[in-house]
């Protein structure tokens, strides 16, 4: 598959705890985005994070980029169940306007 | 709301049919690009248009087509429908021509092949 991986699959957590989330791809990348989904509709741009980037932050997400390890990881601190959703990574590698999709985590956040 | 809409939100068809689904983006966007979420997977990338031009194709058959008119709208054609065929279609435009830094996403066509 030319899509990267990311884990866990699925994420239960209580609210006010923080989720993490991990991302990894395979080959050498412009810049590495994440995107959130409800309900199966349209994606949501969250952040962008270049390749000479190693660290992020916006609002409560903190994104870190490992490009030696060709992986990045997403942080929400202080979750809400206004956060219920999946999260995809995305790495655009420069290829005729492609991004290429992990295959998400679904994050359920309890009230 | 992104700004990005597409129709129908929803279509059944029947294997070997024929389908359009359309999508008017962003004003000021003149990129757009589509792509194919089976259920329970990350989007997986179709085609991608800049300038009504094809900027670039993933792994899909030539059944799988496009359109990008004058006011940037877009359209993508399926023939000879496969039941595998059947999944999520989502349109994305951009704000720099072939710049994927961020991509907003149209809420997606639904379609069913029986």
């Known amino acids: 598959s030319q899509q990267g991986e990311e884990d866990p699959q699925a994420l239960s957590i209580q609210e006010g705890e923080n989720a993490t989330m991990n991302c990894s791809y395979k080959t050498s990348i412009n810049n590495l985005q994440w995107y959130r989904q409800n309900s199966g509709r349209g994606l949501v741009h969250l952040i962008l994070i270049r390749s000479n980037e190693r660290e992020k932050h916006s609002g409560r997400l903190r994104v870190t980029l490992d490009t030696s390890k060709k992986s990045s990881s997403l942080l929400i601190t202080a979750s809400r169940a206004a956060d219920t959703a999946s999260y995809f990574c995305a790495t655009d590698s420069n290829q005729g306007g492609k991004l290429i999709f992990g295959q998400g985590t679904e994050l359920s956040v309890k009230p | 709301e992104t700004g990005v809409t597409q129709s129908p939100t929803h279509l059944i068809k029947t294997r070997g049919q024929q389908v359009t689904l359309r999508c008017s983006s962003q004003s000021g966007h003149n990129t757009v690009s589509w792509y194919q979420q089976a259920l329970g997977q990350g989007p997986q990338f179709i085609f991608q248009?800049?300038?009504?031009?094809?900027?670039g194709r993933g792994n899909f058959p030539p059944r799988f087509s496009g359109l990008q008119f004058p006011n940037y709208s877009s359209e993508l054609n399926v023939n000879a429908l496969e039941l595998d065929d059947s999944a999520l279609y989502l349109c994305?435009?951009?704000?720099?021509?072939?710049?994927?830094?961020?991509?907003?996403f149209g809420s997606g066509t639904q379609l069913s092949v029986l």
């Open positions: 994305a435009s951009s704000l720099v021509g072939g710049n994927n830094e961020k991509l907003f």
């Open positions: 248009y800049y300038r009504e031009e094809e900027n």
